[in-house]
């Protein structure tokens, strides 16, 4: 069983920056889709951005493109998600989520790392 494990949450004033990881252990991490979503209270959790498991393509939610940047580095077993210009609107929780290559539903999660972004 794969675990994953974010940090890099924190609070910043808006139009700041911060970088996620989500390190990942257990599994072959490799052979892993990667993807980030973020919960804000009393709100549905969102898918933000993903990454395939060679890194080839990445997609991310319209809210996000040009600010975010999703990356990964498998001889680290880590994923990252770089966020510029941020604004109280990303305030939310940030979960690390993990799939098989082939795609598919997202099977493994992380506990999250909050991000505050102040106006």
């Known amino acids: 069983q794969v675990q994953l494990a974010e940090s890099g949450g924190g609070l910043v004033q808006a139009g700041g920056s911060l970088r996620l990881s989500c390190a990942a252990s257990?599994?072959?991490?490799?052979?892993?889709?990667m993807g980030w979503f973020r919960q804000a209270p009393g709100k549905a959790r969102e898918f933000v951005a993903d990454?395939?498991?060679?890194?080839?393509?990445?997609y991310y939610v319209d809210s996000v493109k040009g600010r975010f940047t999703i990356s990964r580095d498998n001889a680290k077993n880590t994923v990252y998600l770089q966020m510029i210009r941020l604004n109280p609107e990303d305030t939310a929780v940030y979960y690390c989520?993990?799939?098989?290559?082939?795609?598919?539903?997202?099977?493994?999660w992380g506990q999250g790392t909050q991000v505050t972004v102040s106006s």
């Open positions: 257990g599994g072959t991490f490799s052979s892993y889709g």
């Open positions: 989520a993990a799939r098989g290559r082939l795609g598919g539903s997202w099977s493994y």
């Open positions: 990454i395939t498991w060679n890194g080839g393509s990445t």
